[in-house]
């Protein structure tokens, strides 16, 4: 297996962070998205939507989308459990790994991209910013009512893939230097994560 990254990217991140949560080693393959390497003909053949992360298995097949490549491992490792071991737990781990991802993660690179230009053709646009980070105060408001009840983690008392995905998230604000304004208890959460061995990721 490889997987094929680009270190500064959330979604790639959140894998590599569950990786090393899980004590898994997979070789990476990094693609620079800031060169436009993801548009070259040899990568669109192991993924036509051109993004990140690729997980490719050693018979050649290539799993795209973050979730999917987590799922896919979790499958083959099941411990530590990072998705659940009841069909109500990871249905309830899913749901806020969902609110992550769609909440964070989104709303996270809609105010990057339309903070910086840093990719050709892409400029900035203050008036979609702002709005972004509007909508990034529910989800976050959400996630840090779940830590209000002592939770150690963001669906409970152990790491689970919600967590490297709403890390993912905070720490491509913090790498983008977005300044933007969480919630205590989700920014209490993110200190203490960035001091597990796995936010080196």
């Avoid at 003909?41 to 987590?70: H, Q, W, Y």
């Avoid at 150690?152 to 893939?161: E, H, N, P, S």
């Amino acid at each position: 297996m490889k997987l094929y990254d680009f270190h500064y990217a959330p979604n790639p991140r959140k894998v590599r962070v569950y990786l090393a949560e899980k004590g898994l080693s997979i070789p990476l393959v990094p693609v620079n998205l800031m060169q436009g390497e993801q548009n070259a003909p040899a990568f669109l053949a192991k993924n036509p939507m051109g993004g990140l992360p690729v997980l490719e298995l050693d018979d050649g097949t290539c799993l795209r989308e973050s979730l999917a490549i987590i799922e896919y491992l979790e499958e083959l490792h099941p411990a530590p459990p990072m998705i659940g071991t009841t069909p109500l737990e990871r249905a309830q781990v899913r749901a806020i790994e969902r609110t992550a991802d769609l909440g964070l993660v989104g709303g996270v690179a809609r105010v990057f991209h339309n903070t910086l230009s840093v990719l050709p053709g892409r400029e900035p646009n203050p008036e979609m910013a702002a709005i972004a980070r509007r909508d990034l105060e529910r989800p976050s408001r959400h996630l840090a009512s779940l830590l209000g009840d002592g939770r150690a983690f963001l669906a409970g008392d152990r790491v689970t893939i919600a967590d490297c995905t709403a890390f993912a998230a905070i720490e491509f604000a913090r790498t983008g230097n977005l300044a933007i304004a969480w919630p205590d208890a989700l920014a209490a959460w993110f200190d203490r994560f960035r001091e597990r061995p796995s936010a080196a990721a």
